[in-house]
């Protein structure tokens, strides 16, 4: 369980145990004293990890474009999201839902890996860029020597006076 998890470990536990005796999460969450929210989450991750979900899932998975693809084919064919979590191996069936709205919406390419960083600035060619930032130096450059010779001129006349 993660720390910013507002509930504490007897809640967990106990929550678990109501949810396998049959009770929803908003039973479990009023007779454990805990937030609706909280144990509607741990209720979700249980109906797919079982008593595993008491168990702290691994960081941030990162999953290939062919996983990806055949787990949103086999939800749009029809079958339950909750079982193909289970079968494999996922932290929970709320990880799929963003796979296949992306999927619908545009496709294969919304389940391709993307660049991580910062977009390049919308007209500006990558190879230009190289160019851009040398003009930037080059003009940084001569904002310098021309700030610096006016100085110069100043202190110049300041000296004839």
């Known amino acids: 369980m993660r720390a910013r998890s507002s509930l504490t470990e007897d809640q967990r ?4 145990a109501l949810f396998e005796d049959g009770l929803g999460a908003v039973s479990a969450a009023k007779k454990v004293g805990a937030g ?8 979700d991750r249980w109906r797919v990890r079982g008593r595993n979900a008491l168990v702290e899932k691994p960081d941030r998975q990162h999953f290939s474009f062919e996983f990806k693809l055949a ?7 029809g079958e ?8 494999y191996g996922l932290s929970s069936a709320k990880i799929i ?38 003009l930037r130096e080059e003009n940084e450059r001569l904002r310098t020597q021309v700030a610096y010779l006016g100085k110069l ?4 006349e300041q000296g004839r006076r």
């Open 97 to 134: 839902e963003p796979w296949v709205r992306g999927y619908r919406r545009d496709g294969d390419e919304a389940l391709r890996p993307k660049r991580a960083g910062r977009r390049p600035a919308p007209g500006v060619d990558p190879g230009e860029a190289g160019e851009l930032d040398r």
């Open 13 to 16: 536990v106990a929550a678990v």
């Open 36 to 43: 609706r929210c909280a144990v509607a989450m741990l209720y």
């Open 153 to 156: 001129r100043a202190l110049r």
């Open 71 to 77: 787990v949103v084919q086999r939800v749009l064919a």
């Open 80 to 87: 339950n999201k909750i079982e193909l979590a289970r079968e």
